[in-house]
T-cell receptor, first 116, second 111 residues
Framework: AQKVTQAQTEISVVEKEDVTLDCVYE???????LFWYKQPPSGELVFLIR??????QNEISGRYSWNFQKSTSSFNFTITASQVVDSAVYFC?????????????FGTGTKLQVIP | DTAVSQTPKYLVTQMGNDKSIKCEQN?????MYWYKQDSKKFLKIMFS???????INETVPNRFSPKSPDKAHLNLHINSLELGDSAVYFC??????????FGPGTRLLVL
């Protein structure tokens, strides 16, 4: 069984502060993929990043960065210098391949509010 | 071009009615899903199809029946709608080395 835990239900920060969203996962698979999605108030799910289990290199994309630590089964997401437009619900997800198909399990989401 | 499309975007209906939601993807992905997002924003997988075959059927009432006429389509039919069915339903598709791409969601409200 696989599980994704996002312990932070809601976070509020003041604009320009840095914020880290935590994600801890459980899986017995050796090959898997981790994702972050953003769901703004408009409701659509926006893909942010994919990381496979063999690639522990951290990634930076503009103000976004991701820290993948296989030893602690964590895939944390940091937003630097947060902006009001970052206000959204953020989901961490785990995907496994099994017999040619994939199963994606989502965390419960972290609602981020950036206050101007 | 929209990668994963769903229709309708909004659906308001009375209890007891039967309704369908359609989903199409033009990404050439082999796997398609239906997810339900409740009022607390929890995303729960309902069904997963791979090449038109049902792979995953989570604990979903049998009033929900998915149908995949071909690899690019996965429709969801719901019989005898109940108040608790009110939610946002997302269709998605994926490929082994890609992320899951989601449709825009269908907001279902059962009165």
């Amino acid at each position: 069984a696989q599980k994704v835990t996002q312990a932070q239900t809601e976070i509020s920060v003041v604009e320009k502060e840095d914020v880290t969203l935590d994600c801890v996962y459980e899986t017995r698979d050796t090959t898997y993929y981790l994702f972050w999605y953003k769901q703004p108030p408009s409701g659509e799910l926006v893909f942010l990043i994919r990381r496979n289990s063999f690639d522990e290199q951290n990634e930076i994309s503009g103000r976004y960065s991701w820290n993948f630590q296989k030893s602690t089964s964590s895939f944390n997401f940091t937003i630097t210098a947060s902006q009001v437009v970052d206000s959204a619900v953020y989901f961490c997800a785990l995907m496994r391949n099994s017999g040619g198909y994939q199963k994606v399990t989502f965390g419960t989401g972290t609602k981020l509010q950036v206050i101007p | 071009d929209t990668a994963v499309s769903q229709t309708p975007k909004y659906l308001v209906t009375q209890m007891g009615n039967d309704k369908s939601i359609k989903c199409e993807q033009n990404l050439g992905h082999d796997t398609m899903y239906w997810y339900k997002q409740d009022s607390k924003k929890f995303l729960k997988i309902m069904f997963s199809y791979n090449n038109k075959e049902l792979i995953i059927n989570e604990t979903v009432p049998n009033r929900f029946s998915p149908k995949s006429p071909d690899k690019a389509h996965l429709n969801l039919h719901i019989n005898s709608l109940e108040l608790g069915d009110s939610a946002v339903y997302f269709c998605a598709s994926s490929q082994p080395l890609a992320g899951a791409s989601f449709g825009p969601g269908t907001r279902l409200l059962v009165l």
